[in-house]
């Protein structure tokens, strides 16, 4: 089957998922097109992709009425589920639902959707980064303590591709970053993460303020995150797109990965 039969397929597809919502034959053509500009096999991209919830975020793109109101039943839906952890009141919710819509489709961020996941999923880890600014605004003592919980929210489809593919180079990058910290810095983060002893305590152990433990925690993260952005940039040729996205996947795994290359403390 040729490429243009694909794309022929795929806009049927569209069509049929949505009746009710019109796109012309050549413009939803053109959007997969763009979807998969950057892929060395453009004919096994499009068979990944979720064709049904691209040809919605088009129409949305175009400012299609219907679209815009069918965006609001499926990918909205999901953004108070989302974002509980941070705040559970049913106001915080429809607060970062209205500016996660108006981002998307008033700023027009739904046309960066290329369609590797599921709608849904995609708005809500927008609807998140949303939700983290509020608290960090309306809350401005909220630590990164505060906001652990969200720290591993990041099942993405739309990310899969780029964790699976660089997963070897991260690994490489994160151990060379983890071990510039200096030895308070990875003991800190062992109590904190694998000891799971709070601020208040290694406060204790160390005799300082638990703000100046959080302080601690919370730079030793910006630390590691840099150090891993910076190996990650040096060693791979991405696009600034994947390069972008692939940054998601690193701070999605920070405290996973923390977990996982930490270890025990020695034993003296």
């Not at 088009?58 to 009425?65: M, R």
């Not at 660089?166 to 000891?195: P, Q």
């Not at 791979?236 to 290359?261: A, N, P």
């Amino acid at each position: 089957m040729s490429l243009d039969e694909i794309l022929g397929a795929l806009v049927e597809r569209g069509r049929v998922a949505w009746p009710h919502i019109e796109l012309s034959a050549d413009r939803f053509a053109a959007h997969l097109a763009d979807a998969i500009s950057e892929e060395a096999e453009p004919d096994k991209a499009l068979g990944s992709l979720h064709v049904e919830d691209l040809y919605l975020a088009c129409a949305c793109a175009d400012g299609n009425a219907r679209a815009l109101a069918a965006f609001d039943d499926l990918a909205l839906a999901g953004v108070g589920e989302a974002v509980r952890h941070l705040d559970p009141e049913p106001a915080f919710a429809s607060e970062v639902a209205q500016l996660a819509r108006m981002k998307l489709l008033v700023d027009g961020r739904i046309r960066s959707y290329r369609g590797r996941g599921k709608l849904k999923s995609w708005v809500q880890v927008t609807a998140v980064r949303i939700a983290i600014e509020l608290c960090r605004k309306k809350k401005p003592e909220q630590t990164d303590e505060a906001l652990a919980d969200v720290a591993g929210w990041d099942e993405d489809p739309e990310l899969e591709p780029i964790r699976h593919l660089y997963r070897d180079e991260f690994a490489a990058a994160f151990k060379t970053a983890l071990a510039s910290l200096s030895s308070r810095e990875r003991n800190v983060l062992r109590l904190y993460l694998l000891d799971g002893l709070n601020i208040d305590r290694i406060g204790g152990m160390y005799r300082v303020h638990r703000a100046t433990v959080a302080r601690w925690i919370a730079g030793a993260r910006e630390k590691l995150l840099d150090g891993t952005r910076a190996e990650l940039k040096q060693k791979l040729r991405l696009s600034e797109t994947e390069f972008e996205s692939l940054l998601v996947v690193v701070k999605s795994h920070l405290d996973l990965s923390l977990e996982r290359f930490l270890g025990p403390a020695p034993q003296k």
